[in-house]
């Protein structure tokens, strides 16, 4: 069983960044492919990045690629998203999620624990 918080969502301005975390409990978390997906207010979860276990691969929607980093410390058993040049359209709640497997995957059924959402609120 993996345990999954998020943190560092918030409201900030077009244009400008924020860092969210996403802390695993467990032993195991260098053997989790991890990603962060989002959901807006009258949307269906989406997916927004992903990361193999090593964090030698990485996956980006074409809507944040250039725009989101996603990278992870395994020592830390901590996940990241970099977001710069956030855009009133990335509002929307951000979840962390867990697979119980190394093999990445850009879809939200593949993904076996999640955690439980942080806000993230751009402003024009």
């Known amino acids: 069983q993996v345990q999954l918080v998020e943190s560092g969502g918030g409201l900030v301005q077009a244009g400008g960044s924020l860092r969210l975390s996403c802390v695993a409990s467990?032993?195991?978390?260098?053997?989790?492919?991890m990603g962060w997906f989002r959901q807006a207010p009258g949307k269906e979860r989406e997916f927004v990045a992903a990361?193999?276990?090593?964090?030698?691969?990485?996956y980006y929607a074409d809507s944040v690629k250039g725009r989101f980093t996603i990278s992870r410390d395994n020592a830390k058993n901590t996940v990241y998203l970099q977001m710069n040049s956030l855009k009133p359209e990335d509002t929307a709640v951000y979840y962390c999620?867990?697979?119980?497997?190394?093999?990445?995957?850009?879809?939200?059924?593949?993904?076996?624990?999640w955690g439980q959402g942080t806000q993230v609120t751009v402003s024009s």
């Open positions: 990361i193999s276990w090593s964090g030698g691969s990485t």
């Open positions: 999620a867990a697979r119980d497997t190394i093999v990445v995957v850009t879809f939200s059924r593949g993904y076996d624990y």
């Open positions: 467990g032993r195991t978390f260098s053997r989790h492919a």
